[in-house]
């Protein structure tokens, strides 16, 4: 089957810049999750998706971060203005919900590398 | 509030050596508790994973770790290293909430393996 998809592997903006950043799971993966990773860092939960609902935000920058998903398969992530701060990989991942025969294991993509200069 | 505690952001082994990659967890819950790696420039890829049948557990690649409730560990070990094991390692904790199943994730440990 098909991996977790995204794109661009690579892009270099400037501060104040905006950028976008798209993902496709893997299919039939109702939970779709974006996760930021600092260099040297594990990866941060942004946001987690549930079909084409929002399961948890708390940690999206809602200032300058969006995402959405809105057929509930593919989903995009924004940010705008983008900070020097945000330079980092971006990362999705899909799961199948427990409840639905998943096991807990999250799929991830192979990443968007974002540089803000 | 779930979290791991991984101890060592850098850990040398010699080719053929013991691997040991520590990892604590905090869950307020019974937990799901995962290792996984990442490749330079590459997603992360599960390791293997405890979800509460045996606490030894085998993943891929010769690697193993066991949970010890009592400890709050899930310790990571391969018998002997390779140097394609070099690699960023984590370990990650998930609550069992049905539908609303969420990874948190430690800081990693870089291996590095001396030929």
């Known amino acids: 089957e098909a991996g977790v998809a995204q794109s661009p592997r690579y892009k270099i903006i400037e501060k104040r810049q905006s950028v976008a950043f798209w993902c496709n799971p893997i299919?039939?993966?109702?939970?779709l999750y974006w996760y930021q990773q600092i260099l040297g860092q594990g990866p941060k939960l942004l946001i987690q998706?549930?079909?084409?609902?929002?399961?948890?935000d708390s940690q999206l920058p809602k200032d300058r971060f969006s995402a959405e998903r809105l057929k509930g398969v593919d989903s995009t992530l924004k940010i705008q203005p983008a900070k020097l701060e945000d330079s980092a990989v971006y990362l999705c991942a899909s799961s199948r919900p427990m409840a639905l025969g998943g096991t807990g294991e999250l799929f991830f993509g192979e990443g968007s590398r974002l540089t803000v200069l | 509030a779930q979290s791991v505690t991984q101890l060592g952001s850098h850990v040398s082994v010699s080719e053929g050596a013991l691997v040991l990659l520590r990892c604590n967890y905090s869950s307020s819950v019974p937990p799901y508790l995962f290792w996984y790696v990442q490749y330079p420039n590459q997603g992360l890829q599960l390791l293997l994973k405890?979800?509460?049948?045996?606490?030894l557990v085998k993943g891929i690649n010769g690697f193993e770790a066991e949970f010890k409730k009592s400890e709050t560990s899930f310790h990571l070990t391969k018998p002997s290293a390779h140097m394609s094991d070099a690699a960023e390692y984590f370990c990650a904790v998930s609550e069992r909430h049905f539908g609303n199943e969420k990874l948190t994730f430690g800081t990693g440990t870089r291996l590095t393996i001396i030929p």
């Open positions: 405890y979800t509460s049948a045996a606490t």
């Open positions: 299919s039939g993966h109702a939970t």
């Open positions: 998706f549930q079909n084409n609902g929002v399961v948890d």
